[in-house]
């Protein structure tokens, strides 16, 4: 029998090698996994948009044949999949993997296809004609059919390769399609040693099927470290064929505004460089930074990360939310209640509680906020916080940064004067963080020196033994705070001098 032609829905994936660079852990990783003849997994990769996650199921896709294995790739994203049934997707699956064996394959699938869609379209046709009356029952019949009819074919192809499905974009998976697709495709293989699944999201797949649940890997993508954007910018510059110059001054800046984050890295390059038909060079990087930013917010923020996030017309818009919190280094109900009754006053003033519980809510079913392993708190996203940390002080009116900063310091202030013990001891550091960088706008000269006289001032008043409750308890106080200012890393990059504080708090016991 010949194959029946299949209407071609999907596309062979392109790769594009300047978006994947520095990910040799993840393709370590694919081959050990593949190559595994005991503990067998599968592989879950999540991250913020635009992480790398698609480049890395699409190398999957094109190099899976160097361990004999045939690959299939779904996105997610793409709208042929947005509807309850799920042969799109076997659809995607039968042309991708009869494009890689013998003509024979999925032969049978290919031959009822046709005759399921047919049904699915005159269903749907008595539908619109009279809902009362349409009968799904003999359609569910062929699709029974035809779904059984694909897993038997698809275990004649393990039986003789390695099968690796990519399922990309899983957070935008049509849900009722995605639980059909486990419970009626992927738990039938799961005991499959040949039979290997990775999948990429900005969100953890909450998976129903145990078999599943046993074998999935969770793997969170990292951003790149300076080494992986120099890298990439200069395939970058070699692809698109722009001249580079101070290439490595050129990656240390864009990684300390963009933490790595490939994307961005992209969107940056190609800003820059309008669309890689100029040169890039220091001069145009110290030129353009600034609006490099601005778009930043535009291209990676709010078209990427953002998408589709809606708030409600009750809300103001969610890039101007985000950048009033970007200066908090923690988020908590009450930092969270603060900033925005304080500068989005019209829109935030004497609401209830509940209104800003839908606020985090939605924050955090994005990614944007991600919870504290303990406590209850949130840290800001940290591609987001570092662009939107960056725009407030080289775009945003001096004076206006001055003024958050110091408000904040003066609201830290105040909460460490209500506060105690280990609540105490955080806002102490807020308190000195957000005077830090106050203070190098505005007396850049004495920084350390009102650094120094805040701390002894807190620690004369606040770690006595009367206030602590007792000498061990005092000790504990006192170097709970000593070890909390020799970790905090982002005080240091403020070139604070954490010595001179630690020198204020035994000068203070003295």
């Not at 951003?223 to 050129?250: C, H, M, N, Y």
């Not at 807020?430 to 805040?454: F, G, I, K």
Request: glycine share 4%.
């Amino acid at each position: 029998m010949t194959m029946t032609a299949v209407r071609r829905i999907s596309w062979d994936p392109v790769f594009d090698p300047a978006l994947f660079v520095n990910r040799e852990p993840e393709k370590k990783l694919f081959f050990e996994t593949v190559r595994a003849r005991t503990k067998r997994s599968y592989l879950e990769f999540t991250g913020v948009a635009g992480q790398g996650k698609s480049e890395l199921l699409k190398w999957v896709y094109h190099n899976a044949e160097q361990e004999d294995c045939l690959a299939a790739y779904i996105d997610f994203e793409y709208p042929q999949y947005h509807r309850p049934e799920i042969y799109p997707i076997l659809e995607t699956i039968v042309e991708q993997l009869s494009s890689k064996c013998d003509n024979t394959a999925f032969q049978e699938f290919q031959t009822q296809l046709p005759v399921y869609q047919e049904q699915l379209r005159n269903f749907y046709r008595a539908t619109l004609d009279n809902p009362k009356t349409a009968d799904r029952r003999g359609l569910q019949d062929i699709e029974n059919r035809l779904i059984a009819t694909f897993n038997r074919e698809l275990q004649q192809i393990l039986a003789a390769h390695k099968i690796v499905l990519c399922l990309d974009s899983t957070e935008k998976a049509y849900l009722i399609a995605l639980r059909s697709f486990e419970d009626q495709i992927l738990r039938r293989h799961a005991d499959n040693p040949r039979f290997f699944l990775i999948t990429a999201g900005q969100e953890k797949l909450a998976w129903k099927t145990d078999e599943i649940k046993q074998l999935v890997k969770r793997h969170e993508l990292p951003v790149l470290d300076a080494r992986g954007v120099q890298e990439q910018i200069t395939r970058l510059a070699q692809k698109k064929g722009f001249a580079l110059q101070d290439a490595e001054q050129i990656s240390g800046k864009i990684a300390e505004l963009t933490l790595g984050h490939p994307f961005s890295n992209y969107k940056l390059v190609d800003f820059w460089t309008n669309g890689f038909d100029r040169a890039l060079d220091k001069e145009v990087v110290d030129n353009r930074f600034g609006n490099g930013i601005q778009n930043l917010i535009s291209s990676i923020i709010e078209d990427r990360i953002l998408e589709n996030l809606e708030l409600g017309p009750e809300y103001p818009p969610a890039r101007e939310i985000l950048w009033y919190l970007a200066p908090l280094r923690r988020i908590e109900f009450g930092t969270l209640w603060y900033m925005l009754s304080t500068f989005l006053g019209k829109w935030f003033q004497n609401q209830p509680f509940e209104f800003f519980e839908h606020l985090m809510d939605k924050f955090q079913k994005k990614r944007i906020f991600r919870p504290w392993q303990l406590g209850v708190g949130y840290d800001l996203e940290p591609v987001v916080w570092n662009i939107l940390r960056y725009d407030m002080r080289v775009n945003a009116r001096r004076e206006d940064y001055i003024s958050i900063e110091r408000t904040l310091a003066d609201q830290y202030d105040q909460w460490v004067q209500q506060s105690r013990d280990a609540t105490q001891i955080k806002n102490i550091i807020e308190q000195l963080y957000h005077s830090a960088n106050y203070l190098r706008e505005t007396d850049p000269e004495h920084v350390n020196l009102r650094l120094q006289e805040r701390l002894e001032d807190y620690v004369q008043r606040y770690f006595t033994k009367d206030f602590a409750g007792g000498e061990i308890a005092l000790r504990e106080q006192r170097q709970r705070l000593s070890n909390e200012l020799t970790q905090d890393r982002e005080l240091a990059d403020l070139n604070v001098d954490i010595a001179s504080l630690q020198q204020a708090i035994r000068n203070s016991i003295d």
